[in-house]
């Protein structure tokens, strides 16, 4: 690290040490609540230096990620006092909002020096305005997540197949920079025999019953050209969800999950993509960022055996899903100035550092432009540039009904093989319009 | 070959019979225990492919189930050698236990709940059946079909209500809540099999009881009650089944404070995809009670199934 | 008779307590033991019940509670029953209920008959086979996705062990053919020791004595079993035959764990849906009206059954 850097770092720490020594009244019990992933593992960790600091005692509820919203919103929407700290996901910040759930921080931040500035701009967006694209802070941007790919490294350089491959494809065997790439390469491994086993090409996202599917296929869409709305009105989907380019998006995800997946793997998401890439059934997988500091530990395919690339491009356009959570706090909490020491404390830069060498993805500039972060681990440069395109899902008050149509009519197409995919996103469309009506929207 | 009577059924029959009976055990039974013994698996083990049917059992299953761990470094992991065997477990895979699961929690919640609305359920049914039994209640009959209709509703459509209720009352995720939903659910079944078991009780041993000076609520607690244990028996079995399984209530009405096992369960993660050796396991403990209870009460399950029609 | 516990208990009930409880007219005291039952159903089944007719009236939606709530009168009704997802999701309930009562009734039938047999180890073997019902049913539904994994699950294996295919080859939960099966499976799996110990009872309440009777007027085993125990097993059948329709109408946490409703909407029965509107988009007004729908169909279906079902039980 970069002496200034360091300077900066250790100035900042000492003061925001002393200023929490004063501050810290009588200390109160403060729950956070996240998914139970690895990085809230790492979160747990990380946090017993606020508890030495400030004397406050921190519990955690983590719910897995396919019962997380759920049960959160659920939570929230019965004005439960469970959580008095919530890293919520991006997509509830327009309801939290607008229904009051959570606490606008705008003049905290302001009172404590944290500047939006300081952090990636993809990420203040994303996880902590509301309405979007206007200094209205909801949340401060906690875990930067994308959807990006892992590659069995070993196997691509393996002779034998870098050799069939270039016979084949008139290229070498390596990361694909585009769609059409992934595709051959998947093709390529799929039914192999290595190792005794059969392998298959990719594990992808296709659950049914969260968001899935849809955190999968909007890699494709997007870059095939798919948009929400047109730009100058969100709210006119004609055309845009449903164009030619976003059927073609649609189509190549379909051809991608029928030839090139495993068996069975009509219900995934992160899980069991997991499994499916650590058993060794698989050659990529399709993932958010956040497995990457896991695979490169795990004793089968970690360390030299596995790379990263971010989502490859397509014809027209060159993003990938968001993911990550703003960390808030909720208004009905009974602890609310301590749930602000906790925003306040998790906003320090060296804490920010130390969060990343823990393992979770901090969304702080400071961190991630710092010259020696790019190789401070392997998948580091990857989350760079995977951050550095990415797109999100609606993040309206209505979002759930948005989320449960396109999940409905994406699987229905896409696994169930039922219609065309012109028919599934004009049948979208047709949803999300009567969805926008409802709300007064349209 | 002549049978002992002409009734009887013949050896052959009989051989029969235990044949099929036996193989449709065998293959009814074989799920679960593979439940049970993934439950011993090692995570490898447990998603090999193909199925592993020889395996080397390991309490890894039930130490995840029971622990929250965290990934360390390696020298993290070398400064604090592990101590207990469950810490070994662990450590062999780069973890250090980080703390305990919430699944002891969730047990206890399930039998505090499971327990205590059987309990009231039964108690509060065994007084309303006793009542409508000897006494002539107005529109008996339909009031009877009314307490049943009270179960066709689907649990989810009986959420929304008493989701908004608990809102306001403040009864949203705790056990008093529960306990006071799953007795109201299990009420109209109780009173229903209860009734029938009431309902066979000779009234005679009551009025006998009367005429000797008893007033009407001894003789119901001297006579009625010791006569309708074996159905009350069964009615408890029933009532738990119900409140110790139910999911969707719980899922939806529940969060830290109350929730029982059934939303939990299938909801163990382990590091980073879903730890089928915990779930297995959490699967297995959790059935163990009322498969216990149930064993220990099995002769009373048959009567109570036919709502006390069949004569003793 | 021995003492037991409750009359331990009376015994120990003190005086204060137990005398005005003695000398209660027989009319107080039906009305103490009916009151907290009644008042319970009505609080929890009752209230709710006309609290969610209210509501299926309006647009209120429960994450929005201050926001203006309308009232719609008919119109949640009106998009419901023109709805043609929603009539998919009756026909996959029907689906479901008809297969699986069909499978329930006829194993579970011919399982009570052999066990009633009576031959050596039968306790053993029912009390094995009864496991299987114990069981949560959401847990089921979630183990039994690791079980229907083509590659590292048993079923597939099983199959393929007695086939000779290949067990990548299909998927039970994945394919839209099969994934109403892989319910149906499950279902039968864990409710067929249900109907099979009411049809048990039911055919150990048969006097041997009209089998005697019947023998000696050397009646064929088949006139027997068509005669004499079809008729007296009927009402315990269709009383099995009730319960399992009922519960199965309902059926949420086996599916919702198994399939979550896919492949597509395949599988999705109208409880999915309904929790999906009421707790997913929160539409809580719209949620209320189908429910009350589906309540009114199986309180209709049921009726009628259960008339006759008391028919046959007076023959």
Same mark, same amino acid.
């Given at each position: 690290?970069?002496?200034?850097?360091?300077?900066?770092?250790?100035?900042?720490?000492?003061?925001a040490?002393?200023?929490?020594?004063?501050?810290?009244?009588?200390?109160?019990?403060?729950?956070?609540?996240?998914?139970?992933?690895?990085?809230? !593992?790492?979160?747990?960790?990380?946090?017993?230096?606020?508890?030495?600091?400030?004397?406050?005692?921190?519990? %955690?509820?983590?719910?897995?990620?396919?019962? %997380?919203?759920?049960?959160?919103?659920?939570?929230?929407?019965?004005?439960?006092?469970?959580?008095?700290?919530?890293?919520?996901?991006?997509?509830?910040?327009?309801?939290?909002?607008?229904?009051?759930?959570? +606490?606008?921080?705008?003049?905290?931040?302001?009172?404590?020096?944290?500047?939006?500035?300081?952090f990636?701009?993809?990420?203040?967006?994303?996880?902590?305005?509301?309405?979007?694209?206007?200094?209205?802070?909801?949340?401060?941007?906690?875990?930067?997540?994308?959807?990006?790919?892992?590659?069995?490294?070993?196997?691509?350089?393996?002779?034998?197949?870098?050799?069939e %491959?270039?016979?084949?494809?008139?290229?070498?065997?390596?990361?694909?920079?585009?769609?059409?790439?992934?595709?051959?390469?998947?093709?390529?491994?799929?039914?192999?025999?290595?190792?005794?086993?059969? +392998?298959?090409?990719?594990?992808?996202?296709?659950?049914?019953?969260?968001?899935?599917?849809?955190?999968?296929?909007?890699?494709?869409?997007?870059?095939?050209?798919?948009?929400?709305?047109n730009? $100058?009105?969100?709210?006119?989907?004609?055309?845009?969800?449903?164009?030619?380019?976003?059927?073609?998006?649609?189509?190549?995800?379909?051809?991608?999950?029928?030839?090139?997946?495993?068996?069975g793997?009509?219900?995934?998401?992160?899980?069991?993509?997991?499994?499916?890439?650590?058993?060794?059934?698989? $050659?990529?997988?399709?993932?958010?960022?956040?497995?990457?500091?896991?695979?490169?530990?795990?004793? !089968?395919?970690?360390g030299?055996?596995?790379?990263?690339?971010? !989502?490859?491009?397509?014809?027209?356009?060159? %993003?990938?899903?968001?993911?990550?959570?703003?960390?808030?706090v909720?208004?009905?909490?009974?602890?609310?100035?301590?749930?602000?020491?906790?925003?306040?404390?998790?906003?320090?830069?060296?804490v920010?550092?130390?969060?990343?060498?823990?393992?979770?993805?901090?969304?702080?500039?400071? +961190?991630?432009?710092?010259?020696?972060?790019?190789?401070?681990?392997?998948?580091?440069?990857?989350?760079?540039?995977s951050?550095?395109?990415?797109?999100?899902?609606?993040?309206?008050?209505?979002?759930?009904?948005?989320?449960? $149509?396109?999940?409905?009519?994406?699987?229905?197409?896409?696994?169930?093989?039922?219609?065309?995919?012109?028919?599934?996103?004009?049948?979208?469309?047709?949803?999300?319009?009567?969805?926008?009506?409802?709300?007064?929207?349209? | 070959?002549?049978?002992?009577?002409?009734?009887?059924?013949?050896?052959?029959?009989?051989?029969?019979?235990?044949?099929?009976?036996?193989?449709?055990?065998?293959?009814?039974i074989?799920?679960?225990?593979?439940?049970?013994?993934?439950?011993?698996?090692?995570?490898?083990?447990?998603?090999?492919?193909?199925?592993?049917?020889?395996?080397?059992?390991?309490?890894?299953?039930?130490?995840?189930?029971?622990?929250?761990?965290?990934?360390?470094?390696?020298?993290?992991?070398?400064?604090?050698?592990?101590?207990?065997?469950?810490?070994?477990?662990v450590?062999?895979?780069?973890?250090?236990?980080?703390?305990?699961?919430?699944?002891?929690?969730?047990?206890?919640?399930?039998?505090?709940?499971?327990?205590?609305?059987t309990?009231?359920?039964?108690?509060?049914?065994?007084?309303?059946?006793?009542?409508?039994?000897?006494?002539?209640v107005?529109?008996?009959?339909?009031l009877?079909?009314?307490?049943?209709?009270?179960?066709?509703?689907?649990?989810?459509?009986?959420?929304?209500? *008493?989701?908004?209720?608990?809102?306001?009352?403040?009864?949203?995720?705790?056990?008093?809540?529960?306990?006071?939903?799953?007795?109201?659910?299990?009420?109209?079944?109780?009173?229903?099999?209860?009734?029938?078991?009431?309902?066979?009780?000779?009234?005679?041993?009551?009025?006998?009881?009367?005429?000797?000076?008893?007033?009407?609520?001894?003789?119901?607690?001297?006579?009625?009650?010791?006569?309708?244990?074996?159905?009350?028996?069964?009615?408890?079995?029933?009532?738990?089944?119900?409140?110790w399984?139910?999911?969707?209530?719980?899922?939806?009405?529940?969060?830290?404070?109350?929730?029982?096992?059934?939303?939990?369960?299938?909801? *163990?993660?382990?590091?980073?995809?879903?730890?089928?050796?915990?779930?297995?396991?959490?699967?297995?403990?959790?059935?163990?009670?009322?498969?216990?209870?149930?064993?220990?009460?099995?002769?009373?399950?048959?009567?109570?199934?036919?709502?006390?029609?069949?004569?003793? | 008779m021995?003492?037991?516990?409750?009359?331990?208990?009376?015994?120990?009930?003190?005086?204060?307590?137990?005398?005005?409880?003695?000398?209660?007219?027989?009319?107080?005291?039906?009305?103490?033991?009916?009151?907290?039952?009644?008042?319970?159903?009505?609080?929890?089944?009752?209230?709710?019940?006309?609290?969610?007719?209210?509501?299926?009236?309006?647009?209120?939606?429960?994450?929005?509670?201050?926001?203006?709530?309308?009232?719609?009168?008919l119109?949640?009704?009106?998009?419901?029953?023109?709805?043609?997802?929603?009539?998919?999701?009756?026909?996959?309930?029907?689906?479901?209920?008809?297969?699986?009562?069909?499978l329930?009734?006829?194993?579970?039938?011919?399982?009570?008959?052999?066990?009633?047999q009576?031959?050596?180890?039968?306790?053993?073997?029912?009390?094995?086979?009864?496991?299987? /019902?114990?069981? &949560?049913?959401?847990?089921?539904?979630?183990?039994?996705?690791?079980?229907?994994?083509?590659?590292?699950?048993?079923?597939?294996?099983?199959?393929?062990?007695?086939?000779?295919?290949?067990?990548?080859?299909?998927?039970m939960?994945?394919?839209?053919?099969l994934?109403?099966?892989?319910?149906?499976?499950?279902?039968?799996? /864990?409710?067929?020791?249900?109907?099979?110990?009411?049809?048990?009872?039911g055919?150990?309440?048969?006097?041997? &004595?009209?089998?005697?009777?019947?023998?000696?007027?050397?009646a064929? #085993?088949?006139?027997?079993?068509?005669?004499?125990?079809?008729?007296?097993?009927?009402?315990?059948? /269709?009383?099995?035959?009730?319960?399992?329709?009922?519960?199965?109408?309902?059926?949420?946490?086996?599916?919702?764990?198994?399939?979550?409703?896919?492949?597509?909407?395949? =599988?999705e029965? =109208?409880?999915?849906?309904?929790?999906?509107?009421?707790?997913? #988009?929160?539409? =809580?007004?719209?949620?209320?009206?189908?429910?009350?729908?589906?309540?009114?169909?199986?309180?209709?279906?049921?009726?009628?059954?259960? #008339?006759?079902?008391?028919?046959? #039980?007076?023959?």
């Amino acid at each position: 690290m970069k002496s200034r850097t360091r300077n900066y770092l250790a100035a900042s720490a000492a003061t925001a040490a002393t200023v929490l020594a004063a501050s810290a009244a009588q200390s109160a019990n403060l729950t956070l609540c996240w998914a139970a992933w690895d990085p809230a !593992n790492a979160l747990v960790e990380l946090s017993k230096d606020f508890e030495a600091q400030s004397g406050h005692k921190m519990s %955690f509820e983590f719910v897995p990620w396919p019962n %997380f919203a759920d049960r959160m919103l659920n939570e929230l929407n019965s004005a439960g006092q469970l959580c008095d700290l919530m890293i919520g996901d991006s997509q509830w910040i327009g309801g939290a909002a607008e229904s009051g759930h959570y +606490v606008k921080l705008n003049d905290f931040f302001a009172a404590q020096g944290i500047d939006m500035a300081d952090f990636i701009p993809a990420t203040v967006t994303g996880y902590a305005e509301w309405p979007k694209g206007t200094p209205n802070y909801w949340a401060l941007p906690a875990f930067g997540d994308v959807v990006g790919w892992t590659y069995r490294k070993d196997w691509f350089s393996r002779p034998e197949l870098q050799a069939e %491959f270039q016979a084949k494809h008139g290229r070498p065997l390596d990361a694909p920079k585009t769609l059409e790439e992934l595709k051959q390469v998947a093709e390529f491994f799929q039914g192999r025999e290595i190792d005794g086993k059969t +392998v298959y090409g990719a594990s992808i996202y296709t659950e049914r019953g969260s968001e899935g599917i849809t955190m999968g296929v909007t890699n494709a869409l997007y870059n095939y050209g798919f948009q929400y709305g047109n730009p $100058a009105n969100p709210y006119e989907l004609e055309g845009f969800v449903n164009s030619a380019d976003a059927v073609a998006g649609l189509e190549f995800y379909k051809s991608l999950y029928d030839c090139c997946t495993p068996p069975g793997s009509s219900d995934w998401y992160m899980s069991e993509n997991i499994d499916a890439y650590k058993s060794g059934q698989v $050659a990529m997988q399709m993932n958010f960022a956040f497995i990457w500091p896991g695979v490169h530990a795990d004793p !089968n395919v970690g360390g030299d055996r596995s790379g990263y690339f971010p !989502n490859p491009a397509g014809p027209n356009g060159h %993003f990938a899903q968001l993911g990550g959570q703003g960390i808030s706090v909720v208004s009905y909490s009974d602890n609310q100035d301590a749930a602000l020491e906790y925003i306040k404390w998790f906003a320090q830069p060296a804490v920010q550092q130390r969060w990343w060498e823990m393992g979770g993805y901090s969304a702080l500039r400071a +961190v991630v432009e710092d010259p020696s972060f790019a190789t401070s681990q392997p998948y580091a440069q990857t989350f760079l540039d995977s951050m550095a395109i990415v797109k999100d899902f609606w993040a309206e008050p209505a979002y759930a009904s948005l989320l449960l $149509a396109m999940q409905d009519r994406v699987h229905n197409y896409v696994v169930a093989g039922n219609g065309t995919a012109k028919e599934a996103l004009d049948g979208l469309v047709q949803d999300w319009i009567e969805v926008f009506k409802d709300e007064g929207k349209l | 070959m002549s049978a002992t009577s002409p009734t009887e059924p013949s050896a052959r029959l009989k051989l029969v019979s235990g044949l099929l009976v036996g193989l449709y055990a065998i293959i009814t039974i074989l799920p679960l225990l593979w439940i049970i013994a993934t439950g011993f698996k090692s995570s490898a083990d447990a998603i090999a492919y193909p199925p592993k049917l020889v395996f080397e059992p390991t309490l890894e299953g039930y130490v995840n189930l029971f622990t929250t761990q965290t990934r360390q470094t390696p020298e993290m992991l070398a400064a604090n050698p592990p101590t207990t065997w469950y810490e070994r477990i662990v450590s062999e895979k780069g973890m250090v236990i980080a703390g305990p699961s919430r699944f002891g929690e969730r047990f206890l919640n399930s039998v505090i709940i499971g327990f205590g609305s059987t309990f009231l359920s039964v108690f509060l049914g065994t007084l309303a059946a006793y009542a409508f039994s000897r006494y002539r209640v107005p529109l008996k009959d339909d009031l009877l079909f009314f307490i049943l209709s009270t179960r066709m509703m689907p649990p989810i459509a009986v959420a929304i209500p *008493i989701f908004l209720m608990f809102r306001t009352l403040g009864l949203s995720d705790t056990h008093a809540g529960m306990i006071l939903l799953y007795t109201a659910v299990n009420l109209s079944l109780a009173v229903w099999l209860l009734k029938g078991f009431i309902d066979e009780i000779p009234r005679e041993y009551e009025e006998a009881a009367l005429i000797d000076g008893y007033s009407r609520f001894q003789a119901f607690v001297k006579v009625v009650l010791p006569q309708a244990a074996t159905g009350i028996a069964s009615t408890a079995i029933f009532c738990l089944i119900f409140a110790w399984n139910e999911y969707a209530f719980a899922v939806l009405l529940t969060s830290g404070t109350a929730q029982t096992a059934p939303p939990f369960i299938p909801t *163990i993660i382990g590091v980073g995809g879903r730890d089928w050796p915990a779930v297995a396991a959490g699967a297995t403990l959790f059935l163990v009670p009322v498969m216990v209870f149930t064993i220990l009460l099995r002769k009373h399950l048959l009567r109570g199934i036919t709502f006390g029609a069949v004569r003793k | 008779m021995p003492e037991t516990v409750i009359e331990r208990a009376a015994a120990a009930t003190p005086a204060r307590i137990a005398r005005p409880l003695r000398s209660l007219s027989d009319r107080a005291l039906a009305w103490i033991f009916i009151a907290p039952t009644i008042f319970l159903l009505l609080a929890v089944n009752i209230f709710p019940l006309i609290w969610t007719i209210r509501l299926s009236f309006t647009n209120f939606r429960a994450n929005r509670p201050n926001a203006e709530v309308a009232f719609v009168g008919l119109e949640n009704y009106r998009r419901i029953l023109t709805d043609p997802d929603v009539w998919a999701t009756m026909q996959v309930t029907a689906h479901f209920l008809l297969w699986t009562l069909f499978l329930q009734v006829v194993i579970g039938f011919a399982l009570a008959w052999l066990i009633n047999q009576k031959f050596r180890g039968n306790d053993l073997w029912t009390t094995i086979i009864v496991l299987p /019902m114990m069981l &949560s049913p959401a847990v089921v539904g979630n183990f039994w996705t690791f079980l229907y994994q083509p590659q590292i699950g048993l079923f597939n294996s099983a199959v393929s062990f007695f086939t000779g295919g290949d067990p990548a080859g299909f998927s039970m939960i994945g394919e839209v053919a099969l994934a109403p099966w892989a319910i149906v499976i499950v279902d039968t799996w /864990m409710w067929t020791p249900f109907v099979m110990l009411i049809c048990l009872a039911g055919l150990r309440s048969i006097p041997q &004595s009209i089998y005697e009777a019947a023998e000696c007027d050397r009646a064929s #085993k088949w006139r027997q079993f068509r005669t004499i125990t079809l008729p007296m097993v009927l009402p315990f059948l /269709m009383l099995a035959v009730l319960f399992r329709g009922i519960e199965n109408f309902k059926m949420f946490d086996l599916v919702v764990q198994l399939t979550g409703g896919g492949p597509g909407s395949t =599988t999705e029965p =109208t409880s999915i849906t309904l929790k999906r509107e009421a707790f997913e #988009k929160w539409r =809580t007004g719209y949620a209320s009206a189908y429910a009350i729908i589906l309540f009114v169909a199986v309180f209709g279906i049921s009726s009628i059954y259960v #008339k006759a079902l008391n028919a046959v #039980k007076a023959r």
